[in-house]
């Protein structure tokens, strides 16, 4: 039996999957080989838009780990040492609320948006599509626009196309390491890992992760672009569940624009039977994922706007009204709303309910930031010592407290116990922690002869900071053993 099914297995063809010949008898590949996209430049308001973004979110991520707060980096997350500095903000592990609340802003912020007006995330600040920005602006600077890169790329190899190649990838890869060594820059100081750099005295790791996120830089916007955003990105697939009739996407009117068809620009359409499309393809031609609005709404669609800005300078020169490709909605289409009737019914209760609960959401972790406490303590009864009858028949138990400085500045706390009648703290009550360390100090508490019945009891643990304002009480239990 397995030697039967090892002939079988060596019969198996692991060629490309064909089709049945049709009647002329032509094999018909199952599989589309890749095409290569070349968006075409494009200006326009959207264009504008996609750019500041671009300005933007770019100023920010390079631009954050040289500023310094006091004697530190503004923003780091150490990993080292588990601290994360956000400027004022000193977080530990703790706080991972505090994560847990940011990511949930983060997808009701994506609910709304996608919910208002379609991918916007993915057309304006997706870092896909900021990095493919970049890639493009960088080979456009080198090869030239669309078809001056479409016919180098058909010609043969010479040495300008090779040195351009060369020059062009050159910037890529310059531009992807720069980006991963900023981005390793967030949990190492990058004033010292520039340092490091120089001197080639940085970490194994260090390098690794430089080079890591170099790479996926370089391979994301200098090669996969569109096939990312089609087949790598989950959101193109569920978008459409976050889509109803009132959603603003990018949306050709079919009824203004067909039949479309080539004509002069003083040609009388009545007379021609044709609507404002000119059918001239450079909604598809400036499109990053190379789909064509025309054919309606498909997953591919970032929401970028392209198709919009070129179209509308088309009309211009023409003569037509702006507006064959725009921003719409179903229902608007249908019901040939004008804009403010259109704008009136995209904040509809949906939206209401996203941005209400997105504000409360907002609003409640950044009173919580603002209010918290700048240290925190862990109280845990000392495991390696039991509950135990000293001097005078004094019942004493013994604890360990970590206390965590969440500030920039050393500071003092005063410690205090209280639950049951006569119980005190014999160990000493202040305490010194330096800025962002924690300390763990064990204390002493001891309940006089007959203070209490044997057994557990509830007592709690107050600590006060003198320095500044703050105060935090803290639950344990006191055990008094049985004679």
């Known amino acids: 039996m397995n030697a039967e099914l090892k002939d079988v297995k060596k019969v198996i063809p692991i060629t490309p999957v064909e089709s049945e010949p049709d009647e002329e008898g032509e094999l018909i590949s199952l599989y589309a080989a890749h095409e290569k996209i070349y968006p075409?430049?494009?200006?326009?308001?959207?264009?504008?838009?996609?750019?500041?973004?671009?300005?933007?979110?770019?100023?920010?991520?390079?631009?954050?780990?040289?500023?310094?707060?006091?004697?530190?980096?503004?923003?780091?997350?150490?990993?080292?040492?588990?601290?994360?500095?956000?400027?004022?903000?000193?977080l530990y592990p703790q706080d991972f609320i505090y994560l847990t609340g940011m990511l949930i802003i983060a997808a009701l912020s994506l609910f709304?948006?996608?919910?208002?007006?379609?991918?916007?995330?993915?057309?304006?600040?997706?870092?896909?599509?900021?990095?493919?920005?970049?890639?493009?602006?960088?080979?456009?600077?080198?090869?030239?626009?669309?078809?001056?890169?479409?016919?180098?790329?058909?010609?043969?190899m010479t040495a300008e196309k090779f040195g351009r190649k060369v020059v062009k990838h050159f910037l890529w890869i310059a531009f992807a390491l720069y980006t991963g060594f900023t981005f390793v820059g967030y949990f190492a100081p990058i004033r010292e890992l520039a340092s490091d750099i120089l001197k080639n005295n940085m970490s194994t790791w260090g390098y690794f992760w430089v080079f890591f996120y170099g790479f996926a830089t370089y391979g994301n916007a200098g090669f996969m672009r569109e096939q990312v955003c089609k087949h790598m990105c989950p959101y193109a697939r569920f978008q459409s569940v976050m889509f109803d009739k009132d959603t603003l996407i990018v949306t050709y009117d079919a009824e203004r624009g067909e039949p479309r068809g080539a004509r002069s620009k003083k040609a009388d359409l009545t007379k021609l039977n044709l609507g404002a499309c000119v059918d001239c393809s450079l909604c598809v031609q400036v499109c990053p994922t190379g789909i064509d609005i025309r054919k309606g709404l498909q997953y591919e669609c970032i929401g970028c706007g392209a198709c919009a800005d070129v179209c509308d300078t088309v009309m211009d020169k023409v003569g037509y009204p702006r507006?064959?490709?725009?921003?719409?909605?179903?229902?608007?289409?249908?019901?040939?709303?004008?804009?403010?009737?259109?704008?009136?019914?995209?904040?509809?209760?949906?939206?209401?309910?996203?941005?209400?609960?997105?504000?409360?959401?907002?609003?409640?972790?950044?009173?919580?930031?603002?209010?918290?406490?700048?240290?925190?303590?862990?109280?845990?009864?000392?495991?390696?010592v039991m509950a135990r009858v000293v001097d005078a028949g004094t019942t004493e138990n013994v604890y360990r407290l970590q206390v965590m400085n969440a500030t920039e500045s050393d500071q003092r706390y005063r410690l205090s116990v209280e639950g049951l009648p006569g119980l005190v703290l014999t160990s000493e009550d202040t305490v010194s922690v330096h800025s962002t360390e924690a300390r763990t100090i064990p204390v002493r508490?001891?309940?006089?002869?007959?203070?209490?019945?044997?057994?557990?009891?509830e007592i709690h643990f107050t600590i006060e900071s003198l320095d500044s304002p703050g105060k935090l009480i803290e639950k344990s239990t006191f055990i008094v053993p049985k004679n």
């Open 40 to 90: 075409r430049s494009v200006t326009g308001m959207f264009s504008n838009w996609r750019w500041i973004m671009v300005w933007v979110t770019q100023i920010i991520f390079y631009g954050l780990p040289w500023i310094e707060w006091g004697q530190r980096q503004a923003v780091m997350f150490d990993l080292s040492v588990r601290r994360f500095y956000i400027f004022g903000l000193v």
């Open 112 to 156: 709304l948006f996608t919910a208002v007006a379609g991918r916007l995330w993915c057309g304006y600040a997706c870092p896909q599509t900021v990095y493919t920005e970049i890639f493009l602006w960088f080979e456009k600077l080198v090869e030239g626009d669309r078809a001056a890169r479409i016919r180098r790329d058909e010609g043969p």
């Open 323 to 384: 507006g064959l490709v725009k921003y719409s909605t179903e229902n608007a289409m249908k019901n040939k709303w004008t804009q403010q009737q259109t704008l009136r019914h995209v904040f509809r209760p949906r939206i209401l309910a996203y941005s209400g609960i997105l504000l409360a959401i907002i609003l409640a972790i950044m009173v919580s930031l603002f209010t918290r406490t700048p240290f925190k303590v862990d109280v845990v009864r000392d495991r390696g």
């Open 445 to 457: 508490v001891q309940l006089p002869f007959e203070g209490a019945s044997p057994g557990s009891h």
